[in-house]
């Protein structure tokens, strides 16, 4: 009898929960025609398909209960399925290299700003080199490798609303460069409501506070938003065969010909529809994504995935060795054909977040890598540490402004001259946080060759052709200040106290 009430009682329950799922879903359908009604005409197809994009998302959240990964069946992937990139490379390269290049076209993921950095705008204008920014760098890549191998690799940029408008006004500089360059934009979500699941925003408008009802929702729309703007049948129809796409923040992420010519000479009943470039795992990396077995497929693995309880193994750099860098080569066709079917099942990540005025929602977001588990034939390739060199900080910007690295054509590389291979451990404290205050605390960027790790606390500035080797730590507390002067040495130094130097 017990059995029976415990049976009905769940079976009442499940069915209170399906008319609670088709209420909100009805509920968001109503809010988004009302929100559609305000829209300006020239905007309201485009609205419309990221609606459509949002629904599909915000039905599946409704399905979804707890993580979405059971943990008793992730494996290791099989050692055949995530090849060295000394292997890949070791096959040399074709004459006709550059009939392959001819059938690439670079996209670099351009949705973020720089506020992070406490600059106003995109942040692939953010100065990082010589003057150069993320962007001028990435198109002398382009340009110099078009150059080359007198070839035609476009570069495709992904803006969202937020970076739109002013990276379009940059790129009329870049019209005498040999790089075509095509944007389209990721979609616009409607952040919502934690506690109701409603949208916030009260019309389209994207003025004043209005803005903070809306986001991009991650780089995993990129395969919705690139169908939809026509540009991925746009380059299909001019002969291109695939995409390699990267974070513009990260300068590591050059075209690689040694992967380019792997992915063009499998046979074709074989091709390989999708390689995720990932690289070792140190402390640094903890968080990032991680590619594992699961169920017959290589599946992307994220943090935010991971049930509480094995957050902690997740990170752990002996079971997990290998993280996403988020460079990517998918094949177009295949992109296509799995659009058009809608077969691409990424999994949602629910991000959490409060607004200014203290209102908590949340933001349906998905990520490129995820799509790995539905392309066939897929691949990690276990790449040198140099194809990943993000600037997400002030301290990251430290070392690729520095000696560390020269650049040649748009591409940084360690410097010769540096004896071993690993880049330096810097941690800059809050006073450097933001680019002009970082700016201001260097006359000139230290000599860092032959740096281990270095630490940086407090009310520090540096003078010019300062030298800094070994591990160095510099902390001056709080109401205190400290100047290194010009031309000063430290070498396996804790500086602290104060130490002030005045002009006369």
Known sequence: MSLLI??????????????????????????????????????????????????????????VKGPSIDWAKIDRPPEESVQPYDKIKAKGLPDNIAASLNKLAVVK???????????????????VRNENTFLDLTVQQIEHLNKAFHTDVPLVLMNSFNTDEDTKKILQKYKHHKVKIHTFNQSRYPRINKESLLP??????????????????????????????????????????????????????????FILNHLMSQPADKRCEFIMEVTDKTRADVKGGTLIQYENHLRLLEIAQVPKAHVDEFKSVTKFKIFNTNNLWISLPAMKRLQEKNSMDLEIIVNPKTLDGGLNVIQLETAVGAAIKSFDNAMGVNVPRSRFLPVKTSSDLLLVMSNLYSLDAGSLTMSKRREFPTTPHVKLGSSFTKVQQFLARFESIPDMLELDHLTVSGDVTFGKNVSLKGTVIIIANHGDRIDIPAGAMLENKIVSGNLRILDH
């Open 6 to 63: 415990a049976d009905l009682t769940s079976a009442a329950m499940s069915e209170f929960q399906e008319k609670l799922r088709q209420q909100h879903k009805d509920s968001m359908h109503r809010e988004l025609e009302a929100l559609l009604v305000t829209a300006k005409k020239e905007e309201a197809e485009i609205s419309r398909k990221d609606f459509d994009g949002f629904q599909k998302l915000f039905h599946r959240f409704l399905q």
């Open 109 to 127: 993921l351009n949705g973020g700003l720089g506020t992070s950095m406490g600059c106003k705008g995109p942040k692939s204008l953010i100065s």
């Open 200 to 257: 916030i925003a009260k019309n389209m408008g994207l003025n004043g506070d209005h803005a903070e009802a809306w986001y991009p929702p991650g780089h995993g729309d990129i395969y919705a938003s690139f169908h939809n703007s026509g540009l991925l049948e746009k380059l299909i129809a001019e002969g291109k065969e695939y995409i390699f796409v990267s974070n513009i923040d990260n300068l590591g992420a050059t075209v690689d010909l």
